[in-house]
């Protein structure tokens, strides 16, 4: 939001200034230049900001760093709530309250739609140092591959059973740290036939990073991501992240992987199930007056 606003207000900077150098303010005909520029100024802006964010992220390359950067990390964020500008989604996030306090690492677990998980995800728990296990063709995207990897952001390469193992085990280390959060989804993989299932079955060897760090798991559950692109440009998506359960570390330390993978999986669906589900394809279809007779 900082960057956000920044941005803007350079945007109607300029456009002041070609306001006055132009003399546009002898005519009230003009005044529609301060509907128009100031967004394509945002905008222009924001694609400079881009090509700096690609030459500084160069700099330093896609390796592995000693200890996560904190300000690429708020880089990350701040350039995901633009991005979420221009895909317009509007974010909603309900029981934030219930995710405990920085002082407190936790793994966060939530159901994989699409790629604005992370960007909803990222925006929602930005106060919470969360960061989040990706799969490795992330970590290639030109300008945001390496930002992530400065962030402390970890890869794993799917279906790598012993790739997974080691970075569970290095998540959980960052966590034990006290100065970071993991977030993981235990789908492995997006739900591509969505909405059938709801959601696809959960590997239970992701728990294990909870119980080695003998941390809360923090369970979210996402709605309409998988429908962003569909109806952009044209149509806002509405997002939701909701925290629909946290399970406590004794409660952890208690239960095996599977039934913390059984538990997790049945809060979200159940949240998915409830009445006021708010997936669009769950939205009741207008009834024509001559069918309600």
């Not at 132009?22 to 945002?42: C, D, G, K, M, R």
């Not at 300000?71 to 995710?99: D, P, S, W, Y």
Request: net charge positive.
């Amino acid at each position: 939001m900082i960057i956000a606003f920044v941005l803007l207000l350079l945007a109607l900077g300029l456009q002041g200034l070609l306001f006055w150098a132009y003399q546009w303010y002898e005519s009230l005909v003009n005044l529609w230049t301060w509907i128009v520029l100031p967004f394509a100024f945002f905008w222009g802006l924001f694609a400079m900001y881009v090509f700096l964010l690609f030459l500084v992220g160069a700099m330093f390359g896609n390796k592995e760093p000693k200890k996560p950067s904190k300000f690429a990390k708020f880089i990350i964020e701040q350039t995901a709530f633009i991005c979420m500008i221009f895909m317009r989604i509007h974010l909603h996030t309900n029981g934030m309250g219930k995710v405990p306090s920085k002082k407190t690492p936790f793994m966060l677990i939530n159901n994989h739609l699409s790629i604005f998980d992370e960007f909803a995800l990222i925006w929602a728990f930005r106060h919470h140092g969360v960061l989040f296990i990706s799969k490795e063709a992330n970590f290639k995207i030109p300008v945001a591959g390496n930002w992530l990897r400065k962030a402390g952001y970890l890869s794993i390469i799917q279906g790598d059973l012993v790739n997974g193992t080691e970075i569970i085990n290095k998540a959980s280390e960052y966590i034990k740290s006290g100065e970071n959060s993991i977030c993981v989804a235990p789908e492995g993989t997006r739900n591509k036939t969505f909405p059938n299932p709801l959601l696809l079955p959960f590997h239970s060897g992701t728990f294990n990073l909870a119980k080695n760090a003998n941390c809360p798991i923090v369970i979210a559950a996402i709605q309409n991501t998988y429908a962003v692109m569909k109806r952009w440009p044209l149509k806002a998506t509405s997002v939701y992240v909701d925290i629909v359960g946290v399970i406590d570390a004794e409660t952890v330390k208690e239960s095996t992987s599977t039934e913390l993978a059984e538990k997790s999986a049945a809060l979200i669906l159940n949240r998915f199930e409830e009445k006021e589900a708010r997936f669009y394809h769950l939205d009741e279809k207008k009834v024509p007056e001559s069918e309600k007779k």
